[in-house]
């Protein structure tokens, strides 16, 4: 997993209809990056990982 850049987060800001200018995807990306950097020594090992539409199908294999 690696952490997003701002030329990630632009477009997706764009996408959800809040648009941002260079500078505040560039202080987004600064901000939540400790948190990807965070995540990754565990990322792919829990069973809902970072996607919570998951939930559904770990909480059914669960139920077997």
Known sequence: MI?????VIKPMAEIAGLPVDDDVAARIANSIGPA????APIAGTLPFDLEPASYVAVQNESAR
């Open 3 to 7: 952490k997003p850049a701002p030329a």
């Open 36 to 39: 990807f950097e965070g995540f």
